[in-house]
């Protein structure tokens, strides 16, 4: 079983930028497909962002796309979401989620995809 952290989430104002991490260990983290998540109050988790075991082809929501980049680095075990123009209806807690199995290009990820995650980092962004 995969273990993962994340971490770097925090309170920004509006059009700030943050970047997440997510570190995996347990388990080789070259063959993972890895994605970000995020669950608002009161909302269903919700896909944002996945990539490629080598990190050569990324998908992103729709909501996100053009503001967000998730990258990752296989020395480092590590994954990243770098977020800009942030807005409130940003605010949630981020998750970062891994699966051992195919990668599929598209956009059309649910957490019923992927089956170990992470504890989540708040992400706040004041108006």
């Known amino acids: 079983q995969v273990q993962l952290v994340e971490s770097g989430g925090g309170l920004v104002q509006a059009g700030g930028s943050l970047r997440l991490s997510c570190t995996a260990s347990g388990r080789t983290f070259s063959n993972a497909v890895m994605g970000w998540f995020r669950q608002a109050p009161g909302k269903e988790r919700e896909f944002v962002a996945v990539i490629s075991w080598s990190g050569d082809s990324t998908y992103y929501a729709d909501s996100v796309k053009g503001r967000f980049a998730i990258s990752r680095d296989n020395n480092k075990n590590t994954v990243y979401l770098q977020m800009n123009s942030l807005n409130p209806e940003d605010t949630a807690v981020y998750y970062c989620?891994?699966?051992?199995?195919?990668?599929?290009?598209?956009?059309?990820?649910?957490?019923?995809?992927?089956?170990?995650w992470g504890q989540g980092t708040q992400v706040t962004v004041s108006s």
């Open positions: 989620a891994a699966r051992y199995t195919f990668y599929r290009r598209s956009n059309a990820y649910t957490a019923e995809d992927f089956a170990s």
